[in-house]
DNA sequence: TGGTGCTCAATTTTT
DNA sequence: TTGAGCACCA
């Protein structure tokens, strides 16, 4: 059996891979082959005897577990099938199910989302008559997950507790698991928190889960939090074969828990372990990863580390200033066809951004420009309101104690079920737990009205048909529930071309659960999928789009041309990191992830000013752009063309004789409406009185109440005409 | 009960 | 600017 023939190592990678056993840890930058590795080491277990499901790998996306377990079936072949290779949340998911009981949770247990769990948080915080502008969902969620993430339960975090809100929250807490207790539930951080809690409790679970398992792998180790850690800890702890690979300059989930001591101090925590590092980069040409590397220097924290590539050097990074996001999108656009002119193709384009908000702009413009793009992230497929109502339903097949689905569709489509009935619901599961159970009484009783018994009783007999067919495959189930619960009527209500994105939709679960149901899964397992997969791990290959997503979302993935968007100052890197140095190094990190995707080509883009929901905002150019040493950029100058023009001398001319408005050097004016990107005034060099020689990326307005959008250096201002001077004339 | 329209917050990142 | 929650009225 030759591994090699299929992957070629270097002598690192092939150490790493024939590594006798016990612990190592693989730390090496990007590019360096690490996920490569841990595929070869799997592929070289299997190949040495060892059963496939002896062998658990954790990866970060569901996308990389498929991508791993197709490249391990290639070298080893179908075998690869019987492995263990998923994220630790879908892992998670595959033990507890199984030993259900032990954990002393419903074997169908529900998984709660974001929403779902702001429903229970919500109530909670209206029950304890908290003050809703301090407790808002958000960062009570957030606290929540740290805890657990911590592994801290509800009572040591109310023991832990200072400050009166810490208490409060810790009473939230509390409140929060008691509801997902009595909906049957846990959310994404209970299935980490209660998997490890099995372990340590019970010793049955535990020997059996060492046994099973002879070698436990982690890819992206540097963003596993403490409760991964754990997790990773007692799966390996008997056998001691507990081989990790990761990057700590590629850290980029601190904000949710992952915690780089698992990286720095792996050593101490298996003792006797031994550490591989991976120097050579085999994706970049030399120049990005030059620029790579002089960025992520500034980061103080951190081991340095060499890496190098054997590649050309490639040509420079370009940087473009555009005026706001609109002419940014048009240079992205640009960028992508002239590209496309020389022979690229768009599959092999991402544009990454730092926030999901940023692809709006971008969106209108590919569009307009008829060039195929795919969104990865934001409201993800089964976030959807059509597809999250049909899942409620089969929600509650699987768990009738699942509040959350149950008030999400028991009067979708409407049947007169409201307030009033909700009152009598709740009161009555005081006594049978379940709503479904409860709706079900109240029905069989004479307390409702004519209306709403008809209702109830049209939704519990959708619930029971689906009940008796609960092990049809996911698709038929599906189907049925389309057929009795009419639910195409609620539909269409709307626009007619939001309708057909539904239908499409719905078309499309259906689809999901075919598949699911062809791979030998039935409901539990669907939505189990349902509820862990992500938009980045639906990803379609073949098709001939450019792709656009955020920067977290493009760890572990390699573009042969990569742009960046947004690069400014309180964008990327983000404002709320600006106070902390940890949070500042996090933000220069991602940078460094989202750069060093690109393999041979990176176009780098800021906007002079950005429209946000609440105005607009000029920002300077990211640090980082200014962190890349100049000789390494292609720093283009925005239409040099329209300079030629000849223009008077003075900006705004009349603006002197206009007496009045106070001198404003303006660098923080007003909201502008419409800074127009293809004034005439637009790329001409100026001067400033105090600002010094600059470039003109945008302007409004005539005459002296004309104002200029300029870059002077590494700033861009925002200034009134009549304090600029062309620049051609000295001053 | 259900529909309309108002107000307010949200945009940092996600398994 | 959008979306969601909520108050108010038919
Ligand atoms: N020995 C090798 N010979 C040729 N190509 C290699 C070798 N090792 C890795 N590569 C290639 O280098 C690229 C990066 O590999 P891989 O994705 O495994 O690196 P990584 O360290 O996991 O990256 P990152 O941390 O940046 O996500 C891939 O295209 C891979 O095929």
Redesign the pocket.
């Known amino acids: 059996m030759r591994v090699e023939a299929t992957l070629s190592l270097n002598d690192a990678q092939r150490r790493a891979v024939e590594h006798r056993g016990g612990a190592l840890l693989v730390v090496a930058g990007a590019g360096s082959g690490k996920t490569r590795v841990l595929a070869a080491r799997v592929a070289r277990l299997l190949a040495d005897g060892v059963r496939p499901e002896a062998v658990l790998a954790f990866t ?3 996308r990389a577990a498929r991508e791993m377990r197709e490249r391990i079936e290639r070298s080893v072949g179908e075998a690869a099938r019987r492995l263990w290779v998923g ?4 892992t998670a998911v595959r033990i507890l199910r199984r030993e259900a009981a032990a954990a002393g949770i419903p074997p169908a247990f529900a998984i709660y ?3 779902d769990q ?2 229970l948080l ?1 109530e909670i915080v ?1 029950r304890l008559e908290l003050p ?2 301090a407790f ?4 009570l ?2 606290r929540i ?1 740290d805890s657990k993430n911590a592994l801290v339960t509800p009572d040591q975090a109310a023991r832990a507790a200072v400050s009166p809100y810490e208490k409060q929250v810790a009473e939230c807490y509390r409140l929060y698991q008691r509801q997902l207790r009595e909906n049957g539930a846990l ?3 209970d ?2 928190a209660e998997l490890v809690r099995l372990l340590l409790g019970d010793p049955g679970v535990a020997k059996r889960y060492a046994a099973r398992f002879e070698h436990v792998l982690v890819d992206e180790y540097q963003d596993t939090n403490h409760a991964q850690f754990r997790l990773v800890e007692r799966l390996s702890r008997v056998h001691g074969n507990l081989f990790v690979v990761g990057d700590d300059d590629q850290s ?5 828990g992952a915690d780089l001591a698992n990286v720095l101090e792996f050593e101490t925590a298996f003792p006797g372990a031994e550490v591989i590092r991976l120097e050579q980069n085999y994706r970049s040409t030399r120049l990005i990863l030059e620029a790579a590397n002089a960025v992520i220097a500034h980061n103080r924290g951190r081991r340095a580390k060499t890496l190098w590539s054997e590649r050309e050097e490639g040509p420079r990074l370009r940087f473009v200033l555009a005026a706001d996001e609109v002419d940014e999108a048009r240079r992205i656009t640009a960028f992508l066809d002239e590209r496309r002119r020389r022979g690229g193709r768009l599959d092999e384009c991402a544009v990454l951004y ?5 692809s ?1 702009a971008l969106e209108i413009e590919l569009r307009a420009r008829s060039t195929p793009y795919e969104i ?5 497929f089964y976030q959807r ?1 059509e597809v999250k109502d049909l899942l409620a339903y089969l929600r509650l097949v699987a768990n009738p104690r699942d509040g959350a689905a149950f008030w999400r569709v028991w ?1 979708t489509p ?9 009152g009598l619901v709740e009161a009555r599961m005081e006594r049978d737990g379940a709503p479904v159970e409860a709706l079900r009484a109240l029905e069989a009783g004479g307390t409702l ?1 004519r ?2 018994r008809a ?1 109830a009783g049209a939704f519990l007999e959708i619930l029971d048909d689906l009940g008796r067919h609960r092990d049809a495959p996911p698709d038929r189930l599906l189907l049925r529930l389309l057929e009795r619960s009419e639910y195409f009527k609620t539909l269409e ?1 709307d626009g007619a071309a939001a309708d057909d994105d539904r239908r499409a939709n719905i078309e499309e679960l259906i689809a999901a659960g075919a598949r699911v149901a062809a791979a030998g899964g039935g409901l539990l397992e669907f939505l189990a999928e349902s509820s ?6 639906r990803l379609a290959e073949g098709a001939d789009r450019v792709l656009l ?5 493009a760890k572990g993935l390699e573009f042969p041309a990569v742009v960046i968007a947004g690069l400014e100052e309180g964008l990327f890197p ?4 600006f106070e902390d140095p940890a ?1 500042m190094e ?2 220069r990190r ?1 940078f460094y992830v989202a750069l060093t995707r690109a393999a041979d080509e990176v176009l780098l883009t800021a906007a002079a000013y950005r ?4 105005g607009a905002r000029g920002g300077r150019v990211s640090r980082f752009v200014e962190e890349i040493p100049s000789t390494l950029l292609d720093a283009e100058e925005l239409v040099t063309a329209r300079a030629a023009e000849g223009e008077a001398a003075h900006w705004g001319g009349d603006g002197l004789r206009r007496a009045g408005s106070g001198a404003r050097s303006a660098s923080r004016a007003p909201a502008p409406t419409r800074a127009d990107p293809h004034h005439r005034a637009v790329g001409r060099e100026v001067f400033h009185e105090s600002f010094g020689r600059g470039v003109v990326v945008a302007a409004e307005g005539e005459g002296g109440a004309a104002k200029f959008t300029v870059r002077f250096g590494g700033s861009v201002r925002k200034v009134l005409g009549r304090f600029l001077t062309g620049g051609d004339d000295g001053h």
């Open positions: 970060f996306t569901n994220t630790f949340h879908a989302d974001r929403e702001e429903g919500r209206k809703e502008a808002r969902l958000g960062p969620i957030a997950a959310d994404f951080d299935l980490i980029i989930y601190g904000w949710r730092r926030t999901n908000a940023q709006r990865v992230g934001g409201v993800s309101r009067n409407r049947r007169g079920l409201g307030p009033a009935v909700r009205t209306v709403a209702g209500s862990l997969t992500t938009d980045a791990d997503l955020t920067a977290h979302n983000h404002a709320n990191a949070r996090e933000e991602l429209r946000r929901f609440d």
